[in-house]
């Protein structure tokens, strides 16, 4: 198979173990050098370690961290072979089970409380585990770096379980992918061997674990609803590029003094809260179908920017009622909120405001959402992202993550004079 061939298959195009580990070699000394241009301490993974170096600070330091993680993975692959490769791709749900348990024991928070190391056995007794089961799992944990072992029997935070520590709404993004996740994913072929198993009809991977859909299952189960509530905000802060896209299509002047923007949704938090600091000249409305967003919301607002943002409860997104706007709205917002709603829904929302477009050719509409990419339109190590969200709205939701021609044809639904700019941030607005 030739190397273009095995590109069209989606097989990257194959370089001999040498040239990789040169390719490897060469972008890790553009690595130092760019570090030290700027004066960014090189990583290292013991607590208290600089983490600058993982924070992007440089583009072109980012750049090879890319690349050089991409090669250095298709270099193990190609030293594993198939079932080494195969072995190392199921045997992670040891680990992943021993670091639930890390967690939900407490042990990290007594690791900490003892100044960052302890013993095996204070450790056993405060968190109730037998040391001998305890060891084992802390010594699994010490293979994957969450945590180290100075001396016998003493175990110590690690650049890796300091992040946990520092970062609980992420920590719970962590903990919701070991234990909700995880089940839902095992339950995904049992979800597609019942009928029928379409988008429309079918179930999700989630109900057939858990026998309920996720969000009825957190409402049973407060404590997990919270923890997907803080989960989906500190993915948000380090993975979801919505708020810093909007930012950034804001601060171009695009809009003139006092224009209003209304935001429709909320569940994963409100982009108005964040941009209204940043945009003193602009007024925002956010209505939403639920009273504790609504709450959480305005308890995040920055002090200043109070009168210049309201909060307005609706019974229905799909059916909103006829609200009288004080002045025209310039944009209605959707951040993060389509992709798990069926296109009627989608289409039957979108229309709702095409009077307000109809009215002012100015107006817009602003969507930031998720999109399945095309075969090879990334690298291998960085499309894998995108295929697992594919999966992951499947399993959770059973619904999928629309193709760019999908999200093109869902807009076309909404009336054929609708200009579409498929931009890195989407902007469509009616003619």
């Known amino acids: 198979m030739d190397s273009e061939s095995g590109s069209k298959l989606g097989i990257y195009p194959v370089s001999s173990i040498r040239q990789l580990a040169n390719d490897i070699l060469d972008q890790c000394s553009l690595m130092e050098k760019e570090c030290q241009r700027t004066e960014t301490t090189l990583p290292t993974l013991d607590a208290g370690a600089d983490t600058s170096f993982w924070m992007d600070t440089s583009a072109d330091l980012a750049k090879s961290r890319t690349q050089t993680l991409g090669l250095l993975e298709r270099l193990t692959t190609l030293l594993q072979g198939p079932h080494d490769y195969l072995h190392e791709f199921v045997a992670p749900n040891w680990d992943h089970g021993a670091l639930y348990a890390f967690l939900q024991l407490g042990v990290l928070e007594h690791i900490a409380s003892s100044g960052g190391q302890a013993t095996l056995l204070d450790l056993s007794r405060k968190s109730g585990v037998p040391e001998d089961k305890l060891y084992r799992i802390m010594g699994l944990l010490r293979c994957k770096n969450i945590v180290c072992m100075p001396s016998d029997d003493v175990f110590a935070l690690t650049a890796m379980s300091e992040d946990l520590l520092h970062d609980p709404d992420f920590r719970a993004w962590v903990e919701f992918q070991l234990f909700e996740t995880r089940v ?92 209204a600091p940043q945009a003193p000249d602009l007024s925002f409305e956010i209505r939403c179908d639920s009273e504790a967003f609504l709450s959480r919301g305005k308890a995040l607002l920055a002090p200043g920017s ?16 006829n609200i009288g706007d004080a002045s025209p709205v310039s944009v209605f917002l959707i951040r993060n909120l389509l992709w798990n709603w069926a296109d009627d829904d989608a289409v039957r929302l979108l229309r709702s405001f095409l009077p307000t477009l109809k009215s002012s050719l100015s107006a817009r509409i602003l969507v930031t959402d998720g999109v399945s990419p095309l075969p090879n339109e990334f690298p291998p190590h960085v499309e894998i992202a995108y295929r697992r969200r594919d999966i992951t709205t499947m399993t959770m939701h059973n619904v999928k993550q629309r193709t760019q021609v999908e999200w093109l044809e869902l807009f076309g639904q909404v009336d054929h004079r609708m200009k579409v700019g498929c931009y890195t941030l989407r902007c469509w607005r009616y003619f």
């Open 306 to 321: 109070n009168a210049r943002v309201s909060f307005t409860h609706v019974d229905s997104l799909l059916y909103p009622p």
């Open 184 to 275: 839902a994913s095992a339950h995904l072929a049992d979800a597609l061997a019942t009928t029928p198993n379409d988008y429309s009809n079918g179930i999700s991977g989630f109900k057939a674990g858990w026998g309920v859909e996720m969000y009825d299952w957190h409402a049973t189960h407060p404590e997990k609803g919270e923890r997907f509530r803080r989960a989906m905000k500190g993915v948000s802060k380090s993975l979801d590029p919505a708020n810093s896209l909007l930012l950034e299509w804001f601060t171009r002047g695009t809009l003139s003094k006092d224009s209003k923007v209304v935001e429709i949704g909320g569940m994963y938090g409100f982009a108005s809260v964040t941009l």
